[in-house]
């Protein structure tokens, strides 16, 4: 069974980069069988897709975000990083990594989430 | 890219109330629609997938319709640790992935 934490600063001062990381255990992040997600919700509000990645570092991000975000992968750490770049209060949010899977896009493993604020 | 709207956005009702909640899409995303079950504080959980597929180990009280642009989730008989926020997700046109603004169910 695959689990994922994120992990990564819960404050971080505007015009900064959010910096976050997400570990995965229980299973080979270089699988055939997942992208790799964030996604975040706002406090009170729905759920966003920022982007995935797949073993290969081949990329999807949300167009509403594609300018200020980056998503990596390090295989020989089974991990997976999220930038994203001159962060505002409206990117307050928890932070949600996932898997992804390759051929439906359906999400069955979730991180706990962690909460970053954007505050100076 | 697809818009997903819900309703109700919140709804109150009983233990053993049957309960549906609604989720249209801006144009027709076949059958690849989605259902996840948020609990406060807690990562959402996958419900039911493909319109009508119910997840392994989901209660059987909760079912799924719907095709094209209408679809409906029903909880057949609400039970007290149903009392969460539902999310649609459309898997059509992917990427982006989008979900929809959510519908609240908490207790009357």
């Known amino acids: 069974q695959l689990q994922l934490q994120e992990s990564g600063p819960g404050l971080v001062k505007p015009s900064e980069t959010l910096s976050l990381t997400c570990t995965v255990s229980?299973?080979?992040?270089?699988?055939?069988?997942?992208?790799w997600g964030w996604i975040r919700q706002p406090p009170g509000k729905g759920l966003e897709w920022i982007g995935s990645?797949?073993?290969?570092?081949?990329?999807y991000y949300n167009p509403s975000l594609k300018s200020r975000v980056t998503i990596s992968i390090d295989t020989s750490k089974n991990q997976f990083s999220l930038k994203l770049s001159s962060v505002t209060a409206a990117d307050t949010a928890v932070y949600y990594c996932?898997?992804?899977?390759?051929?439906?896009?359906?999400?069955?493993?979730w991180g706990q989430g962690t909460l970053v604020t954007v505050s100076s | 890219d697809i818009q997903m709207t819900q309703s109700p956005s919140s709804l109150s009702a009983s233990v053993g109330d049957r309960v549906t909640i609604t989720c249209r899409a801006s144009?027709?995303?076949?059958?690849?629609l989605n259902w996840y079950q948020q609990k406060p504080g807690k990562a959402p959980k996958l419900l039911i997938y493909a319109a009508s597929s119910l997840q392994s180990g989901v209660p059987s009280r909760f079912s799924g319709s719907g095709s094209g642009t209408d679809f409906t989730l029903t909880i057949s008989s609400l039970q007290p640790e149903d009392f969460a926020t539902y999310y649609c997700?459309?898997?059509?046109?992917?990427?982006?992935?989008?979900f929809g603004p959510g519908t609240k169910v908490d207790i009357k």
């Open positions: 990645i797949y073993y290969s570092g081949s990329t």
């Open positions: 144009q027709s995303i076949s059958s690849y």
């Open positions: 997700q459309q898997t059509y046109s992917t990427p982006p992935l989008t």
């Open positions: 229980g299973g080979s992040i270089s699988s055939t069988s997942y992208y």
């Open positions: 996932a898997t992804i899977r390759y051929f439906d896009w359906l999400s069955h493993y």
